[in-house]
């Protein structure tokens, strides 16, 4: 039973455009979300994150919008740059506060077109 | 920002042999550290949870006794793939909270590559 689910594959953006990556959640106990990038044969590298008492945290051309009543967050990325083109993990984590293992969707792979 | 460094990056062995991977933090100390497994197009598993000074503690359906976990210091955790078998080739990533303030900000290692064959 997957409880982050990423729904794209994969989406492919113009260069300069707006780039959308949604997730969404089962686990009501998830209190804490975050978002990776992802080369292949490499591991996940930390873009951003969000509390659940939040619902926007920006970072640059990053920003995280959260829905908590829909479960549903959402990666921006403003404007797309080539060397955005990788896979974006979305997980989550029920830690209260604490470090725990994180559960993740299975990754959206984006594709930044010149 | 912190940095966890894993050895092997690729390995390729026998079936029925052990296979050893190291998981450093070479900037700052995990009490904590967590092991992954990616399968081709799937997401990112986590398998167990290392812990300094303490035994770990596995996912529902990860078998103990095969994949063998020590968190020998405050930098270095190993995972051991015992009697190895070709359904045990995957990607093994391990990661570390640690750095910026983000209580949950996890740093990953660049991941192992295990084939068996």
């Known amino acids: 039973d997957q409880q982050v689910k990423q729904n794209s594959p994969s989406l492919s953006v113009q260069e300069g455009r707006i780039s959308i990556l949604n997730c969404d959640y089962t686990?009501?106990?998830?209190?804490?979300f975050l978002w990776y990038k992802k080369y292949p044969a490499e591991g996940p590298t930390f873009l951003i994150s969000?509390?659940?008492?939040?619902d926007k945290n920006e970072d640059g051309r990053f920003t995280v919008f959260l829905n908590k009543s829909a479960k549903h967050l959402s990666l921006h990325i403003v404007p797309s740059q080539p060397g955005d083109s990788a896979v974006y993990f979305c997980?989550?984590?029920?830690?209260?506060?604490?470090?725990?293992?994180?559960?993740f969707g299975k990754g959206t792979h984006l594709i930044i077109q010149p | 920002g912190a940095v966890v460094s894993q050895h092997p990056s690729r390995v390729i062995c026998k079936s029925g042999t052990s296979v050893k991977i190291e998981c450093r933090s070479l900037?700052?100390?995990?009490?904590?550290m967590f092991w992954y497994r990616q399968f081709p197009k799937q997401s990112l598993m986590l398998m167990a949870t290392?812990?300094?000074?303490?035994?770990?503690?596995?996912e529902q359906g990860v078998e103990k006794d095969k994949f063998l976990i020590n968190h020998a210091s405050l930098t270095l955790s190993t995972l051991t793939v015992t009697s190895a078998h070709p359904e045990d080739s995957s990607f093994y990533i391990c990661?570390?909270?640690?750095?910026?303030?983000?209580?949950?900000?996890?740093?990953f290692g660049p991941g192992t590559r295990l084939t068996v064959l």
């Open positions: 990661s570390a909270p640690g750095g910026r303030a983000a209580y949950n900000e996890q740093f």
């Open positions: 900037d700052f100390q995990a009490t904590t």
């Open positions: 686990n009501s106990m998830f209190d804490y």
């Open positions: 969000i509390s659940s008492i939040k």
């Open positions: 997980a989550a984590s029920d830690a209260g506060g604490g470090a725990d293992g994180l559960t």
């Open positions: 290392s812990n300094e000074g303490s035994k770990a503690t596995y």
